[in-house]
């Protein structure tokens, strides 16, 4: 999807942040490696998923606020749902490739975890109903468990930016209150055939995806852009301060703090909790304030990200697959020298990353090509 602004023009910045934020989970759905200590999670109250979603919403409302604009709402409704369909097609895709992958790790090593862990058990022992789950999105297996989210909320994005670009703040507060409500127990689509619910509730996360369409709206239509407030950069630094301070056990010298803290509640990542997006938005602002994005695209690996980035869905599609390589090179050297967390995120995770990176190369060499021969067919027949 294609994040444009005001001009039409791709937004470089945002490819950037998409794109490091594709680095992060690909390197966080390898546990155990050395650089997973290093990313976002690790050093406050929100992770990658956040901005993942915000996003998101943000760049339908770049990409699709031109069709609202002048009432074709018809382009919206047919690009949200051939987007739909992708994704829904990548998803099924993904797992089935995930299913296979584990089944084989399991026929080379008779390690059962590879038929067991993160919801796989169902497939192996029920597989004609597990499918049906899975089809209909009621089963989903750990580390594959956004697009289904994903998945819902550019299914319903017509008519959420059909509001949202009619009336931005009241569309706001009505997602407020949705979010509210979902804090409650169970209020979540259910889970099948497995009980329980959701991974990711998308009555409590289509909040991020609303307050980033928003966002895209102002910039969009009114060609607003976030204020720079010095009240609201000191809340801002004072939150993502404490949540360091907290997440890192005030860097090693009060052990337990984390623990005590995270033990009162509060920072559930289901339903999203406040103070998970609170954090999130706080550090967001800093960012955009300190515009760190487009100081980093002065360098090579800043617009290495950028081009990562412009291919997202791709390239989030490798790197899932990837980081289940890469859990499966984890259990199968677990108890050698080769399982080290320091080997792995030194030459698997940077492995990876590379290939991510030349996915996206190559992906972009291709558009490129492709571009270059309409321009020329069309001065042709011109």
Not at 194 to 219: C, D, E, S
Not at 322 to 346: D, K, M, V
Request: with cysteine.
């Amino acid at each position: 999807m294609t994040a444009s602004g005001p001009g039409n023009r791709r937004i470089a910045a945002i490819d950037f942040w998409r794109g490091l934020v594709l680095i992060v989970i690909f390197i966080n759905h390898i546990p155990g490696n050395i650089v997973d200590r290093l990313t976002p999670r690790n050093f406050g109250f929100s992770d990658s998923t956040e901005a993942f979603v915000f996003i998101a919403g943000l760049s339908v409302a770049l990409a699709w606020g031109r069709f609202t604009a002048r009432g074709d709402t018809a382009s919206v409704v047919d690009r949200a749902w051939r987007r739909t369909s992708l994704l829904y097609m990548v998803h099924l895709l993904l797992t089935f490739t995930a299913i296979a992958l584990y089944a084989n790790a399991f026929v080379l090593t008779g390690n059962e975890s590879f038929l067991l862990d993160h919801g796989r058990d169902v497939i192996f022992e029920e597989p004609a109903t597990a499918l049906l789950g899975i089809v209909f999105l009621g089963h989903q297996l750990g580390y594959y468990n956004i697009l289904p989210l994903y998945i819902l909320l550019v299914f319903l994005s017509p008519f959420i930016l059909f509001a949202v670009w009619r009336a931005p703040l009241i569309s706001l507060a009505v997602s407020v209150a949705i979010y509210i409500v979902a804090q409650l127990p169970q209020v979540n689509l259910p889970s099948w055939p497995l009980p329980g619910l959701w991974a990711f509730n998308p009555f409590a996360w289509q909040f991020a995806f609303v307050a980033g369409m928003v966002i895209g709206v102002l910039w969009k239509r009114d060609k607003l852009s976030l204020p720079a407030s010095r009240p609201l950069m000191i809340v801002s630094t004072v939150l993502v301060a404490f949540g360091a301070i907290v997440a890192t056990d005030a860097f090693g010298f009060a052990p337990g703090l984390f623990a005590a803290v995270y033990g009162l509640g509060g920072f559930d990542k289901t339903d999203m909790s406040v103070m998970r997006f609170m954090h999130f938005l706080a550090l967001a602002y800093l960012v955009t304030q300190l515009r760190v994005g487009e100081q980093m695209l002065r360098f090579q690996w800043g617009r290495s990200l950028a081009l990562i980035g412009r291919h997202g869905l791709a390239v989030f599609a490798l790197g899932s697959v990837l980081s289940s390589a890469g859990q499966i090179y984890t259990a199968l050297t677990e108890g050698t020298r080769l399982a080290s967390g320091t080997i792995t995120g030194l030459v698997v995770v940077p492995a990876g990353i590379m290939c991510l990176y030349w996915f996206a190369r190559f992906l972009e060499s291709r558009s490129s090509r492709a571009t270059a021969t309409a321009t020329v067919t069309t001065q042709t027949a011109t």
